[in-house]
C-alpha cells in the first residue's frame, strides 16, 4: 500500500471514529452537522503520523467548545496508526450555519413542533394555588423519566417565581443562541429553559398578558429540544393568562394537578383543571403532596390534614397518581440543585444520568412515590386525542 493510500486510509479512519462525538447542546453527532470541515493525516521524516481535524462550531464563544474539541482530540487520538493530533478550531461561515439551521428545523412550517400529531407527549403539571411544591413535583418527575431512558424536555412557564433551574442545580445556566434557535441547557439529562436564565439574578418579571403569552410561544417555537418523549411544563399557580395561552397553543396536552391534602388547596387545585379542559386539555391525574409527616414510632403526622387529594380526584373524576410525603430530603434537594430521584444513582447537581441510574434501595420515600409516579406516567403512553387519523371515510 503506498504511502498516500495509507494517510486516505486513515483519513476515513478518523472520520469513522469521529461520528461518534457528538454535541452536547444539539445531540447529534458532530459529523452530521457540517463541523468537521476536513481530516487530512500526514507523516513527518521522524515517522509521526499525524491527523489534523478541521472543526468548525456553530457559533463564536459556543460555550460547549472545550468539551467538543476535547472529544475530537481523544476520538482521532483512539485510530490505530495515528500517533498526535492537531485540532483547528474555527466558526461555521454564515451560509453553512443557516443550512444547519433549516436541517434542524426540517420541513415543518414556522410555529412550534408540539402539534397534536407530534409523538411528543405535552404534560402540563398546575395547580390552583402557590406553596404547594408544584416545581419540586415537576423537576423530580422530569428528571425520573429521564432515567428511564426518555428524551425529557422541561419548560420553566411560572415567569413570575420561576424556580425550576435552582431546583436541578443549574442557576446561573444560559441558553446558547444559533441563529434563530435557542439551545437549552441540560440537567440530569433533562434539555430545560426558563425565563430564570435570561434574567439578572434577584430581580423580578413585571409583564402584563401579551408580553406572557409572546414569551411562552417563543419558547415553545425557537427553543430546540430535538427529538423528545416528553414535553413537562411547570406551570403558574392559578388560572391566568399563561394558563389560557398555553390552552390555546397546547389543546391537546395533558394535565397533572398537584395539590396538599388541606380542603382550601384542594378547592382551588380543582379550578386549574377546570380552565384546563375547557381549553380541550385532559387531566391525568392528582398528585397529593406534603400527604404527611413519618414519625419515629411509626405514624404518621398530618400537618395539613387529609383527604384533598382524593376529593379533588373525586370532582375530576379521575385517580391520584401519588402521593408524596412531607421530607426534610426532598426540600434539602431542592435547595441544593440535586432532585432527590437521583438518590442512589451517584449523580451530583447538573451531571448526566450515571449507569446505576434506577436503584430503588433506601430511598427515601418522597423520592420512591415520585419515581413510582414516574413509572404511571410513562407507562400511561401518548393518547390520541387531538390527533388526525389516517383514515378515509367511504
Same mark, same amino acid.
Given at each position: 500500500?503506498?504511502? !498516500?493510500?495509507?494517510?486516505? *486510509?486513515?483519513?476515513?479512519?478518523?472520520?469513522?471514529?469521529?461520528?461518534?462525538?457528538?454535541?452536547?447542546?444539539?445531540?447529534?453527532?458532530?459529523?452530521?452537522?457540517?463541523?468537521?470541515?476536513?481530516?487530512?493525516?500526514?507523516?513527518?521524516?521522524?515517522?509521526?503520523?499525524?491527523?489534523?481535524?478541521?472543526?468548525?462550531?456553530?457559533?463564536?464563544?459556543?460555550?460547549?467548545?472545550?468539551?467538543?474539541?476535547?472529544?475530537?482530540?481523544?476520538?482521532?487520538?483512539?485510530?490505530?496508526?495515528?500517533?498526535?493530533?492537531?485540532?483547528?478550531?474555527?466558526?461555521?461561515?454564515?451560509?453553512?450555519?443557516?443550512?444547519?439551521?433549516?436541517?434542524?428545523?426540517?420541513?415543518?412550517?414556522?410555529?412550534?413542533?408540539?402539534?397534536?400529531?407530534?409523538?411528543?407527549?405535552?404534560?402540563?403539571?398546575?395547580?390552583?394555588?402557590?406553596?404547594?411544591?408544584?416545581?419540586?413535583?415537576?423537576?423530580?418527575?422530569?428528571?425520573?423519566?429521564?432515567?428511564?431512558?426518555?428524551?425529557?424536555?422541561?419548560?420553566?412557564?411560572?415567569?413570575?417565581?420561576?424556580?425550576?433551574?435552582?431546583?436541578?442545580?443549574?442557576?446561573?445556566?444560559?441558553?446558547?443562541?444559533?441563529?434563530?434557535?435557542?439551545?437549552?441547557?441540560?440537567?440530569?439529562?433533562?434539555?430545560?429553559?426558563?425565563?430564570?436564565?435570561?434574567?439578572?439574578?434577584?430581580?423580578?418579571?413585571?409583564?402584563?398578558?401579551?408580553?406572557?403569552?409572546?414569551?411562552?410561544?417563543?419558547?415553545?417555537?425557537?427553543?430546540?429540544?430535538?427529538?423528545?418523549?416528553?414535553?413537562?411544563?411547570?406551570?403558574?399557580?392559578?388560572?391566568?393568562?399563561? *394558563?389560557?395561552?398555553?390552552?390555546?397553543?397546547?389543546?391537546?396536552? !395533558?394535565?397533572?394537578?398537584?395539590?396538599?391534602?388541606?380542603?382550601?388547596?384542594?378547592?382551588?387545585?380543582?379550578?386549574?383543571?377546570?380552565?384546563?379542559?375547557?381549553?380541550?386539555?385532559?387531566?391525568?391525574?392528582?398528585?397529593?403532596?406534603?400527604?404527611?409527616?413519618?414519625?419515629?414510632?411509626?405514624?404518621?403526622?398530618?400537618?395539613?390534614?387529609?383527604?384533598?387529594?382524593? !376529593?379533588?380526584? *373525586?370532582?375530576?373524576?379521575? !385517580?391520584?397518581?401519588?402521593?408524596?410525603?412531607?421530607?426534610?430530603?426532598?426540600?434539602?434537594?431542592?435547595?441544593?440543585?440535586?432532585?432527590?430521584?437521583?438518590?442512589?444513582?451517584?449523580?451530583?447537581?447538573?451531571?448526566?444520568?450515571?449507569?446505576?441510574?434506577?436503584?430503588?434501595?433506601?430511598?427515601?420515600?418522597?423520592?420512591?412515590?415520585?419515581?413510582?409516579?414516574?413509572?404511571?406516567?410513562?407507562?400511561?403512553?401518548?393518547?390520541? *386525542?387531538?390527533?388526525?387519523?389516517?383514515?378515509?371515510?367511504?
Amino acid at each position: 500500500m503506498t504511502q !498516500e493510500s495509507t494517510a486516505n *486510509a486513515l483519513e476515513q479512519s478518523v472520520l469513522t471514529a469521529l461520528e461518534r462525538v457528538i454535541d452536547p447542546e444539539i445531540r447529534q453527532p458532530v459529523t452530521q452537522l457540517d463541523m468537521i470541515d476536513g481530516v487530512t493525516v500526514s507523516t513527518d521524516e521522524a515517522g509521526t503520523t499525524r491527523a489534523n481535524v478541521l472543526l468548525r462550531l456553530t457559533i463564536v464563544g459556543c460555550p460547549a467548545a472545550d468539551r467538543i474539541e476535547r472529544d475530537v482530540r481523544q476520538a482521532a487520538s483512539s485510530v490505530e496508526g495515528i500517533d498526535d493530533v492537531t485540532v483547528d478550531v474555527g466558526v461555521m461561515d454564515r451560509a453553512t450555519r443557516d443550512a444547519l439551521i433549516d436541517r434542524l428545523r426540517g420541513d415543518r412550517p414556522r410555529g412550534h413542533p408540539f402539534t397534536p400529531d407530534s409523538l411528543t407527549r405535552v404534560i402540563a403539571v398546575t395547580s390552583g394555588k402557590g406553596g404547594v411544591g408544584k416545581s419540586t413535583i415537576t423537576a423530580n418527575l422530569a428528571v425520573a423519566l429521564a432515567e428511564r431512558g426518555l428524551r425529557v424536555g422541561l419548560l420553566d412557564a411560572d415567569v413570575f417565581g420561576f424556580s425550576i433551574p435552582g431546583l436541578l442545580g443549574i442557576p446561573d445556566a444560559k441558553p446558547t443562541r444559533v441563529g434563530e434557535m435557542i439551545m437549552p441547557p441540560r440537567a440530569h439529562g433533562v434539555a430545560v429553559i426558563s425565563i430564570g436564565m435570561f434574567v439578572e439574578p434577584h430581580t423580578s418579571v413585571s409583564w402584563r398578558g401579551p408580553m406572557l403569552h409572546r414569551t411562552v410561544e417563543q419558547f415553545l417555537t425557537d427553543v430546540y429540544f430535538g427529538d423528545l418523549d416528553v414535553l413537562i411544563i411547570d406551570m403558574p399557580p392559578g388560572t391566568g393568562d399563561i *394558563a389560557i395561552s398555553i390552552g390555546q397553543l397546547l389543546p391537546h396536552a !395533558e394535565v397533572l394537578v398537584v395539590t396538599t391534602p388541606q380542603k382550601a388547596a384542594a378547592d382551588v387545585a380543582e379550578r386549574s383543571a377546570l380552565v384546563a379542559r375547557q381549553t380541550g386539555q385532559t387531566v391525568i391525574g392528582v398528585v397529593e403532596n406534603m400527604t404527611g409527616l413519618a414519625q419515629p414510632d411509626g405514624s404518621v403526622l398530618e400537618l395539613f390534614g387529609s383527604g384533598g387529594g382524593d !376529593e379533588t380526584a *373525586a370532582r375530576l373524576d379521575v !385517580e391520584v397518581l401519588a402521593r408524596v410525603p412531607l421530607s426534610i430530603a426532598l426540600r434539602e434537594g431542592g435547595d441544593a440543585g440535586c432532585p432527590i430521584v437521583l438518590e442512589g444513582t451517584g449523580q451530583t447537581a447538573g451531571t448526566e444520568p450515571g449507569p446505576d441510574a434506577g436503584l430503588d434501595a433506601g430511598l427515601d420515600a418522597a423520592a420512591q412515590a415520585i419515581r413510582d409516579l414516574a413509572d404511571r406516567v410513562a407507562e400511561r403512553g401518548r393518547g390520541l *386525542a387531538g390527533r388526525s387519523l389516517t383514515v378515509t371515510p367511504r
